[in-house]
T-cell receptor
Framework: ETGVTQSPTHLIKTRGQQVTLRCSSQ?????VSWYQQALGQGPQFIFQ???????GRGNFPPRFSGLQFPNYSSELNVNALELDDSALYLC?????????????FGSGTRLTVV | QQQVKQSPQSLIVQKGGISIINCAYE??????FPWYQQFPGKGPALLIA?????SEKKEGRFTISFNKSAKQFSLHIMDSQPGDSATYFC???????????????FGGGTRLMVKP
């Protein structure tokens, strides 16, 4: 059984650019959530996808968007990058949305915006 | 709005000692309280979790104590080991179907160092 895998592991972008981060969920998990973890802080919920639809969103602007594919993998897209977007982006998968099953987190993508 | 407050920010404990990390929450709709352990360069890993219908849950050296009336919960690590050195996060969520996903609200984290 594979865990959650994220790519790339590290990324450097320039302010104003766009970025796409990718996540493959754990086998059998149909729900994917994305979190942003700034340095020295706890993760902040961005949004969740369940059955290819957004199933909840945190306090993030519309330039943060996502997709979930039929195989339950997911993408996080961020447009018009700002310096404050520099963070560790975590993908987490779980068995079913709306129930308190434990998440399995990936190791994250470290995004640096310069 | 920080809905889950965690303390202390950092903690140094001698090997064999007890590590205690505390969290307080505001939203009484929360009904699931997990603790996560995060090593550098890794994502958080679920350590132990509790629901508000019990006051304590123990798994090995890890115990959660839960005080619903005070809206507080804590993690106790007994016989702390150098391998326990990591950052620990408390979190809370409200479940149930058709909710906004069981999003986790995390505390700010506690960096634990266990000295040999």
């Amino acid at each position: 059984e594979t865990g959650v895998t994220q790519s790339p592991t590290h990324l450097i972008k320039t302010r104003g650019q766009q970025v796409t981060l990718r996540c493959s969920s754990q086998s059998g998990h149909n729900t994917v959530s994305w979190y942003q973890q700034a340095l020295g802080q706890g993760p902040q919920f961005i949004f969740q996808y369940y059955r290819e639809e957004e199933n909840g969103r945190g306090n993030f602007p519309p330039r943060f968007s996502g997709l979930q594919f039929p195989n339950y993998s997911s993408e996080l897209n961020v447009n018009a990058l700002e310096l404050d977007d520099s963070a560790l982006y975590l993908c987490a998968s779980s068995l079913q949305a709306g129930l308190n099953y434990g998440y399995t987190f990936g190791s994250g993508t470290r995004l640096t915006v310069v | 709005q920080q809905q889950v407050k965690q303390s202390p920010q950092s903690l140094i404990v001698q090997k064999g000692g007890i590590s205690i990390i505390n969290c307080a929450y505001e939203n009484t709709a929360f009904d699931y309280f997990p603790w996560y352990q995060q090593f550098p360069g890794k994502g958080p890993a679920l350590l132990i979790a509790i629901r508000p219908d019990v006051s304590e849950k123990k798994e090995g050296r890890f115990t959660i104590s839960f005080n619903k009336s005070a809206k507080q919960f804590s993690l106790h690590i007994m016989d702390s080991q150098p391998g326990d050195s990591a950052t620990y996060f408390c979190a809370a969520s409200k479940g149930g179907r058709n909710n906004a996903g069981n999003m986790l609200t995390f505390g700010g984290g506690t960096r634990l160092m266990v000295k040999p």
